[in-house]
């Protein structure tokens, strides 16, 4: 059996190359050659024989697919996008912000702003027909939530790394589909989905540990999960009310 060879049941492992990360499963099975496959909900499989492929050849092949595997992910994101554009943007919708829904409420003024008193969004615009307007007024507000709530999250949890030597990380937001977080180690960098801010503060701290956990520890092993459970104990808690959202 080669070297660092795979265990009997699904492993989960992170690859790094130019900067991308990417996780991907590692599925056991008797099976001639290594299988790659991409699912709809954007998580990559690998199909392997124990007997034949150790891990690191694994990680190897995966590496040699990375321009494929990133396309493929493109494209997912692409067709499942489902992003604010599903809102109408008139009074009644809900928006969803830290984990509690937010109800709009559009009237017409002659000075556009947008506000919240924590139950509703009180959009006001100068023509109520123009969908565009009133998309770019709320975006605009939701979009400095975001960079206000994750950076809270980053200073609330980085302390923990601090003495690890794990760099303060430059924070990057995009719609993501697949995934809630992903990171870039060598360049301090951790990239959050913008849909994050529809999850409770804890959750996005989850998130966040989580993925400079993997400064640490570039994949889902053992330690890793070890060394989560040692900063966030009650994480897993946290991952469950997210996979809710």
Known sequence: MPQNSLKSSPTYCVVEHNGTTVSFIVEPKLVKNLNLRIRPDGTVHVSANPDNYSLEAIQRYVVSRMDYILKELRRIEQINQTASSQLKYVSGETVRIFGRGQRLKVSV????????????????????????????????????????AFSEAVIAVYPKFRKYDVPMPTIRIRDMNTRWGSCQPKRGIITLNSRLL??????????????????LYPNHSRDFYNFIQILMPDWKERKKVLERI
């Open 198 to 215: 529809a999850a409770p503060k804890s959750c996005i701290e989850y998130v966040v540990t989580h993925e400079l956990c993997h400064f």
């Open 109 to 148: 003024s002659p000075e556009e702003s947008v506000h919240s008193d924590g139950v509703f969004i009180f959009l006001n615009v100068k023509d109520k027909d123009d969908v565009q307007q009133k998309k770019n007024l709320l975006e605009k507000y939701l979009n400095l939530l975001r960079f206000e």
